[in-house]
């Protein structure tokens, strides 16, 4: 890594976001950085939450579908061919009131910043929210999913659990009934979280039923997933249901805390951008899960990549002018 030069361009994540925002400033000689996180964390890892998912079949181009993490190696080598550099690093710290911005890696206590740079682009992404059981995380991507857009497809004629009660579960829940022969909503309580127009739609729905004041204990299966037992919050009985697919749906969270009080974000923690991927701090750009809880898809996210390189393109233009 060069040292003591005012980068252009830091990128920070690797995602479809981070990697395409690298893709476009590096092909407009920007020379971007990107720090693409640490594989020893699971939250941040590098490539993002593809990373965490078998088949992807809705990215345009791969008329047969590629896995998540070929397209995540694909596009890092696609971003490398046109010079952008990739450390294996995550930042410690940044600051965002300084001109040029500051970033750490490693220490965060040592005065000096690590790297210094002219526009920031914040692609960090946002994790799902997990129960946090040990088989859930060994059954991601065989049967366990976050994303029904992204996997409801592979579930045709199966038997399907959602768990969560809020409008992501109702939403994956109505969603996989085109798909799944069953829908059954896992829910802690006895009274949902969701909107009043999404639950009347998921109670009109004959293929979706309900658990209520179940929480989950296990996920079962081999190496796939055969089924999930629940205990009965009211009585402590255990059960099992038989399941193809668990879709976990209570919630996400943006991986922002990197950024608390120095940059604006919504009531859930999002960054807030406007005019594209603009930030309230000038030459900080987001794009990607970070600041869309919204669509939150791959494609999605690298759109708001290439927006933010440009953007971040057209401001190093006209700080050069002034
Ligand atoms: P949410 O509203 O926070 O709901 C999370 C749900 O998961 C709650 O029902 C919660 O149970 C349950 N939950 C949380 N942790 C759990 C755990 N460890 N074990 C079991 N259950 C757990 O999250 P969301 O549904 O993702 O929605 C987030 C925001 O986006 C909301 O403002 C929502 O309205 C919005 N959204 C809107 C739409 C739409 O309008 N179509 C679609 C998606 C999201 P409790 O109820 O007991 O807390």
Redesign the pocket.
Do not use: W
């Given at each position: 890594m060069e040292s003591g030069a005012v980068r252009d361009v830091v990128i920070l994540g690797s995602g479809p976001a981070g990697l395409t925002s690298a893709i476009y400033s590096a092909r407009a000689d920007l020379r971007p950085l990107v720090l693409e996180g640490e594989p020893s964390s699971s939250s941040d890892q590098p490539g993002g939450q593809l990373m965490l998912t078998t088949e992807v079949e809705n990215f345009p181009g791969f008329a047969h579908g590629v896995l998540g993490p070929e397209l995540m190696v694909s596009m890092r080598a696609q971003a490398e061919r046109f010079g952008a550099e990739i450390l294996t690093e995550r930042a410690s710290r940044v600051d965002l009131a300084s001109t040029p911005i500051g970033i750490w890696i490693g220490d965060r206590d040592v005065p000096e910043p690590t790297l210094k740079t002219k526009t920031l682009i914040i692609a960090t992404g946002a994790r799902s929210?997990m129960?946090g059981i040990e088989n859930e995380a060994r059954l991601l991507g065989y049967g366990v999913s976050t994303c029904a857009t992204c996997d409801g497809f592979f579930f045709r004629d199966k038997q399907i659990v959602v768990?969560?009660?809020?409008?992501?579960?109702l939403?994956e829940a109505l969603f996989l009934t085109k798909f799944g022969d069953s829908v059954t909503v896992v829910?802690?309580?006895k009274e949902?979280?969701?909107?009043k127009i999404?639950q009347d739609r998921a109670f009109r729905n004959e293929k979706i039923a309900f658990r209520w004041d179940s929480?989950v204990v296990d996920v079962l299966g081999g190496e796939r997933v055969t089924g999930l037992r629940i205990r009965d919050v009211n009585t402590g009985e255990e059960s099992d249901i038989s399941a193809d697919g668990v879709f976990v749906?209570?919630?996400?969270a943006p991986s922002t805390e990197l950024f608390a009080g120095q940059i604006d974000t919504d009531e859930?923690g999002y960054l807030v951008t406007h005019d594209g991927t603009r930030t309230n701090v000038p030459g900080v750009f987001a794009c990607g899960d970070v600041q869309d809880?919204v669509y939150r898809q791959a494609v999605t996210a690298a759109g708001s990549g290439c927006m933010a390189a440009i953007e971040a393109e057209r401001y190093l233009s006209s700080l050069a002018e002034t």
């Open positions: 929210l129960l768990v969560g009660g809020g409008d992501s579960a939403e829910h802690r309580r949902l979280r969701a909107s999404m929480v749906a209570i919630g996400h859930a809880h």
